[in-house]
């Protein structure tokens, strides 16, 4: 939980700054197991985190705790689908010299468990045509 534990230190360093334990006895935690999340040697649970939440007024502190807390929990390429991306790392390149069906099959390849199968059979047929360097 190194991003939470990093994003909770940086809350309580203000403004306004709250000493550790201020915090842990507004949202009624053991001053210990507070130190603990911040020092990170615990990891924060759920119910722990709706605790911690409460404890904070504003909503843009609350969404940087839940931020760290996700990015500490879920891969890149999940945080990108709650951001409103695709989690298609193809989406942005543009295939318009091919054909819908020729696109549709190149962009299924790209996205598939043959991955690196593809790109082999391409660099060879790259080096059959003599156009390995574009």
Known sequence: ??????????????PPRQQQTELADKVGMTK????????????????????????FVSR????RLVAAYLKDLA??????????????????????RLSKKG?????????SDHLMD???IVINLATAFGVENG
Do not use: Y
């Not at 759920?46 to 605790?51: F, G, H, I, S, Y």
């Not at 891969?75 to 318009?96: H, I, K, T, Y």
């Open 60 to 63: 843009e502190s609350k969404t």
């Open 32 to 55: 210990s197991k507070m130190s603990r999340i911040l020092s990170d040697r615990i990891s924060c649970d759920r119910e722990t985190l709706d605790q911690i939440l409460s404890g």
């Open 75 to 96: 891969s890149p390429g999940a945080l990108a689908l709650l951001r409103g991306g695709s989690g298609d790392q193809w989406a942005g390149v543009e295939f318009n």
């Open 103 to 111: 696109d549709a099959a190149l962009r299924g390849l790209l996205k």
């Open 118 to 120: 593809f790109e082999k």
């Open 1 to 14: 939980m190194k991003h939470f534990a990093e994003e909770l230190t940086a809350l309580l360093a203000g």
